[in-house]
């Protein structure tokens, strides 16, 4: 993901890359990894979209251990021409769009200690590869996601950086889908976190809005707990017509004089799957 303004560091490539260094965990990384694994694996059978679950298994991703990113992109280049990267944190916005817009996709190298299961504010090895990482085995996602850095490395010569920052954010992090006539999970931000996985799907406490453009663009969102709303594609194809066939600048204008809308926020034009009691929100404020 990227952020921030920080110096690339020393020993990271001109664009950020780092060697991954797969022989330099320890058997304690493993371990942190194959915990984290195991119960995913035994949540988002049942909640998670269908063509994520098939990517856990086109990419081998259960086998036990921190993925090797040379073996990962190799099984990914074959399926939709998509690499791994590692870089050594957040990269400026400009680097990761490039790296987008180009087929590879950073992952942080690092993983969690084992008393940070549940919890972690920097993405790690686990969120960017076993969270990211399937759905790009899939073609349409693949396409959307290559787009997607194409569409900010324009956005950066617009000044609107921030509002296709909340599309990825509403979409590629914490996405939901409609599936079988159920709401499903695709977001890499749901999908890496046990509590969320829940939340998400079960909680009466966030909205459940249907996918509109203009109406993500303008929403804020919060970074350090579960979201308050989550927005529902009809299929990746419908979100591949709403974004990568349509041509941002004109509605970079429009949203000059739009208001901006709270997280929590319902608005008239909203199509609601349901309406949240924002319960969990107030609990913690
Ligand atoms: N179509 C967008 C533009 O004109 C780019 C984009 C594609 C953005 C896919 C997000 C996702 O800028
Ligand atoms: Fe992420």
Do not use: C
């Not at 939340?199 to 966030?206: H, I, K, N, R, T």
């Amino acid at each position: 993901m990227a952020g921030l303004t920080v110096d690339r560091p020393a020993g990271a490539a001109e664009d950020w890359t780092i060697p991954q260094d797969w022989d330099s965990y320890s058997p304690q990384d493993h371990a942190v990894w194959d915990a984290l694994f195991a119960r995913q694996a035994a949540l988002l059978p049942e909640r998670a979209v269908k063509e994520f679950i098939d990517g856990l298994d086109i990419l081998r991703i259960a086998k036990p251990g921190i993925p090797n990113f040379e073996d990962l992109s190799e099984r990914l280049m074959k399926r939709t021409g998509w690499q791994v990267v590692a870089v050594p944190g957040l990269v400026p916005d400009d680097v990761f769009f490039e790296h987008l817009a180009n087929r590879r996709f950073v992952a942080g190298r690092f993983i969690r200690r084992p008393d940070q299961l549940d919890y972690l504010q920097e993405p790690d090895v686990f969120h960017d590869v076993f969270g990211h990482v399937p759905l790009l085995a899939h073609p349409v996602f693949a396409d959307y996601m290559q787009a997607y850095g194409e569409g900010g490395l324009r956005a950066d010569g617009l000044g609107a950086i921030e509002k296709l920052a909340r599309l990825y954010w509403y979409t590629v992090e914490f996405g939901l889908i409609r599936q079988d006539a159920e709401l499903k999970i695709y977001g890499a931000g749901i999908v890496s976190s046990y509590g969320e996985s829940l939340f998400a799907l079960d909680d009466p406490s966030p909205n459940r809005i249907g996918f509109g453009l203009k109406r993500l663009m303008r929403t804020k969102y919060r970074i350090d707990d579960y979201q308050q709303s989550y927005f529902v594609i009809d299929s990746f194809d419908d979100l591949l017509r709403q974004t990568v066939e349509m041509d941002f600048a004109p509605l970079y204008e429009e949203l000059k004089q739009e208001s901006t809308i709270e997280a929590d926020e319902i608005i008239d034009e909203d199509h609601v799957f349901n309406r949240g009691t924002q319960d969990y929100a107030r609990s913690k404020a």
